[in-house]
């Protein structure tokens, strides 16, 4: 049995062979003892939080199980109660009545087959676009087609990356040139 004059008596000599050392390897000895606590201190803190992730992770594990049991016992005693009560099931929360009644008349009845009108295609003409004016003259981007739609319609478009205001005269004085 260990006895507490013992342990001074280990402590004595670890103690002596240190200050036995030179100084150097004092200072050696002592950060090799600090860098094996802080392991020592990281490997207890990951294993804490292993083994805390370990029992978080099997606690809800089994939260879901019972749960997942719990819902299957209530599923097949509601199953139970419909059938020897012999009451329908009531369907979904938002669904009248009339809307059941209304999606089974459906189903059993074929709609009536209607023709469909078939689909004209519009035709545009083609719009004549000098190169000179499909860049902006403030900024140097090129514009947009709804941009260039806009001016030889309205006769008025707006830059979508300077926001300069660009009118059918600056079209007319680019065609002039």
Do not use: R
């Not at 004092?26 to 292993?50: D, E, M, T």
């Not at 299957?72 to 005693?77: D, G, S, W």
């Not at 089974?104 to 035709?123: F, K």
């Not at 004549?128 to 947009?144: A, M, Q, R, W």
């Amino acid at each position: 049995m260990f006895e507490f004059s013992d342990i001074a008596i280990w402590w004595q000599e670890i103690v002596t062979w240190f200050l036995a050392q030179p100084l150097f390897a004092q200072v050696l000895v002592i950060i090799g003892v600090v860098a094996v606590l802080v392991l020592a201190v990281i490997l207890v803190y990951y294993v804490l939080k292993g083994v805390a992730y370990l029992i978080y992770y099997l606690f809800k594990g089994i939260y879901y199980l019972l749960k997942g049991i719990g819902l299957l016992f209530y599923k097949i005693f509601e199953g139970l109660y419909y059938a020897i009560s012999g009451k329908p099931k009531p369907q979904k929360c938002c669904e009248t009545p009339n809307e059941q009644q209304t999606q089974q008349q459906q189903s059993t009845q074929q709609p009536p087959q209607v023709e469909e009108e078939p689909i004209v295609p519009i035709q545009k003409t083609p719009q004549v676009v000098h190169p000179e004016i499909t860049f902006c003259s403030e900024c140097g981007n090129k514009f947009t087609d709804t941009m260039l739609e806009s001016l030889s319609t309205s006769g008025v478009a707006y830059c979508i990356h300077c926001g300069s205001k660009k009118t059918q005269d600056y079209q007319m004085s680019i065609e002039s040139q």
